[in-house]
Structure formats: C-alpha cells, structure tokens
C-alpha cells in the first residue's frame, strides 16, 4: 500500500480517529468537520470554494478511484482544508484521468485522511451538528490538541479570500450579464457563455454605482462559503440594486437576497451537503433532484415582514429552497441549478432569468 504513514482527526467533542495519510504533510489543519453524501463528483466538491475552511468527509466509501482530470474543477486553486475519505483509491482507472487524488492533492498542499470509520464520524456529525476538528500527523499531547481544538475560532473572511480580486471579462454576443464573485463556481459561468451572454465576473465588494456603470441587463449573485451575515457588501450591493436591474441569486446569493430584503438566515445542524436532494416547487407540485451545498438557511417565519415569497421547499427538512419577490425582477434558489456534480433538473432556472431580462419588465 502506497499511503502508510499515520494521519489523526481530533474533534471539538474529544473523539479521536486514527487513519492513514494522503495527499500534503499536515502539521496542523483545522477546520469545520462537514459531510457530503454524493456517491461522485468529489473533484468537482474538492475544487468548489464554497468548502473554504471545512474538512469535508465523503460517506461513499471509494473516493477518487477515476482520478483527476483538466475539466471538471469548479476553480483554479480549491479552498477545501482537507478531505476525509473512508478508502481512498491508489490506482484510478478513466479515460479522461490526469492525476490520483494523493498526487493532486500533493500538487495543491491539500492534506487527505483515509482509512477511518466515516460511517462513525458522519453519524456523529449527525447528531451533534457540524463540529470543530483538527488534521494532525502526531499527537504528543491528546489532551492539549483537544484543548486547541475547542479554543479554535472559526475565520469570517472566507467571501474575500476566495473571490476574485479584479474584474474581468468573458465576451459573447448576448444579454450583458454581471455575475458577483462571493466564491463562485465556473459551473455557473459556463451556463451563461453556453447561452452566448457576456459576462462581466467582479469582485465581492462591488459598489452597485460600479456595476450599473457596466449596463448589465442582470445581475448574478453567486454561491460562496460561510455565514452570509458576515458578507455585508454582498448585503449592502442587493438593497442597492433592488428595482434597477433583474437579480438571481444562487445559494450564498440566495441567502443574501433574503437579508438585503428583512428576513434573517440560521445556521443548520449539519446543513445539505450532496447531490440528491428533492425540492419541491410549491407552485406547480414538481419535485426535483438537487445539488445543494450550505450550512445556513433562510429562516421561513421572517420572511412574514418582507416581499418575498417562498415557492420552493426542502423536502427532507421543509427549509426554504426559493424565493421570489413580489414586486422586483428577483428570484433566488438555495441550490445550484448549475448541478457540477449532480442532476440538471433545474438546469432552465437559467433560461427563466435570462427570458426576465428579455421580457423588459424592470420595476423603477
């Protein structure tokens, strides 16, 4: 076996799993301990910056066993703070393979665990809730690294670290779409140049008087990590763009169009993390397959006070997947219509937004 050295996950409630490494040497790594229960698609999970800060644990048990290829990252350079796998596949076998998992990894200083019960470890986070951890290679002190665990705080500033930094451009031929960078995913991208827009990709912290000077026909908020109370830009840029221009907000998106309206967010248990998630659209009784990936929610009952309205729901939990206003070209959905991994059901969200913007209809 390839991978012999010994690697350790120490949780915030003392549990301690001994596995084997992969992927970068850990010293150190800490991060929010979250699961995901795709049975593929993990280059697309490692790759989505949405996962910036979090160990992020597979419950299919074979991980990596087609490799690595060019096509199928959501970014350049992935945010992941480690993957935890219950076996991780030394030898892939694919047409398209480029790299192994621990080769990749290597190359991107990620480090990996495997060999670990993550039956034990997701039924845990299960009923506990998302919980603090620590990647370690040793452990002198069990009693000390539990202690750094508890004491760790979680940063606030994964928008900015994950965005881009300046804008740029992805000409075509059709409708001038703007797409807000909160983290976002270039499955999204794709869409909109497969639909021949030209987009016009900027940074988090965009002033609305910057992206009006662009003259967009609509505006894209993308998906993005952590609490969405903490992207007050994000905030400030919706309330600000609200009744000038049509809006679409994907997940971190979705969220911060519900706060820019009044409504407030909380943060899940241990969140939907996959790519097998039934929504249902209340308005006309469709149930889709989803790809979801967030750890906070739109709390339904505070959207009471606002003029949003709820269109579609969770069907495993009831927590709120869409949203429309009442009286502005805004819509939004928690989960990503852009699938990468996961089914396409919901894939014509994107030509609804692009026909809004057809339509004319901007309310002043």
Not at 1 to 27: H, I, N, P, Q
Not at 115 to 124: C, G, S
Not at 240 to 256: A, R, S, T
Request: charged letters at 25%.
């Amino acid at each position: 076996m390839k991978y012999m050295s010994k690697r350790y996950l120490v949780l915030e409630d003392g549990s301690l799993f001994e596995g084997t490494a992969f992927g970068a040497s850990c010293d150190e790594q800490f991060g929010e301990v979250v699961f995901n229960t795709g049975m593929t698609g993990y280059q697309e999970t490692l790759s989505d910056p949405s996962y910036c800060d979090q160990l992020v644990v597979m419950t299919y048990p074979l991980i990596g066993n087609y490799g690595i290829n060019r096509d199928d990252f959501e970014t350049i350079q992935p945010a992941i703070s480690g993957l935890i796998v219950k076996e991780c596949a030394e030898f892939p076998s694919n047409f398209r393979n480029e790299w192994s998992l621990d080769e990749y990894f290597k190359q991107k200083n990620i480090p990996g665990l495997s060999n670990i019960d993550t039956r034990r470890l997701v039924k845990k986070i299960r009923q506990n809730g998302t919980m603090k951890g620590v990647m370690v290679d040793n452990i002198e002190d069990l009693d000390a690294c539990r202690k750094q665990v508890n004491e760790f705080n979680y940063k606030r500033d994964q928008v900015r670290r994950v965005s881009t930094v300046k804008p740029y451009v992805v000409p075509g031929n059709g409708e001038r779409i703007v797409l807000v960078d909160f983290g976002m995913k270039h499955g999204i991208l794709r869409e909109f140049t497969e639909r021949h827009c030209h987009v016009t990709v900027v940074p988090y912290n965009t002033t609305a008087d910057e992206v009006l000077q662009l003259k967009p026909d609509g505006v894209m908020l993308s998906n993005g990590p952590g609490d969405p109370k903490d992207v007050q830009d994000g905030i400030m840029l919706v309330k600000d763009l609200m009744g000038k221009v049509p809006i679409f907000g994907i997940c971190l998106g979705h969220q911060l169009i519900a706060l820019a309206c009044g409504a407030d967010t909380h943060k899940m248990k241990f969140g939907h993390r996959g790519a097998n998630h039934p929504v249902k659209d209340l308005r006309t009784g469709d149930v889709w397959m989803t790809s979801q990936n967030h750890g906070y929610a739109v709390t339904e009952e505070s959207l009471s006070q606002t003029s949003l309205k709820v269109n579609q729901l969770a069907l495993n939990d009831n927590t709120v997947e869409g949203l429309e206003h009442e009286t502005f070209d805004i819509f939004s959905v928690q989960y990503h219509p852009e699938s990468s991994p996961g089914p396409q059901d919901s894939n014509a969200l994107f030509d609804k937004f692009l026909n809004k913007i057809k339509g004319g209809i901007i309310h002043a």
